[in-house]
């Protein structure tokens, strides 16, 4: 199983940004997520989705302003990020696991992390 995010970047506060996370072996069964962990700060849950229903989750402090959905590509999931704020500056990751927890000891594979940076 690999994973590989893209799309980070320096975006102005207000802005849209929107990461891609394309990766093999994704099940019915699996849960894609994202993830962010700012500099001294712990890895902190952001949206996922159940890949085979589509359900989606997400932290209290994205919701309404991101979406995670599927790409357009094959075994792509992308998160969509709107109204962005200088608190959203992290690293991104994708990650994929069973279940749609927000513990990131429950995801057992890991893409290599995008930076994102919202700053004027």
């Known amino acids: 199983v690999q994973l590989q995010a893209s799309g980070g970047g320096l975006v102005q506060p207000g802005g849209s940004l929107r990461l891609s996370c394309a990766a093999s072996?994704?099940?019915?069964?699996?849960?894609m997520a994202w993830f962010r962990q700012d500099s001294g700060k712990e890895r902190e849950f952001v949206a996922a989705?159940?890949?085979?229903?589509?359900?989606?989750y997400y932290a209290d402090s994205v919701k309404g302003r991101f979406t995670v959905s599927k790409g357009t590509a094959r075994n792509t999931v992308y998160l969509q990020m709107n109204s962005l704020k200088p608190d959203d500056t992290a690293t991104y990751f994708c990650?994929?696991?069973?279940?749609?927890?927000?513990?990131?000891?429950?995801?057992?594979?890991w893409g290599q992390g995008t930076q994102v940076t919202v700053s004027s």
């Open positions: 072996g994704i099940l019915s069964s699996s849960v």
């Open positions: 989705m159940r890949w085979g229903r589509g359900s989606t």
């Open positions: 990650a994929r696991g069973p279940s749609p927890d927000n513990n990131p000891r429950s995801y057992d594979y």
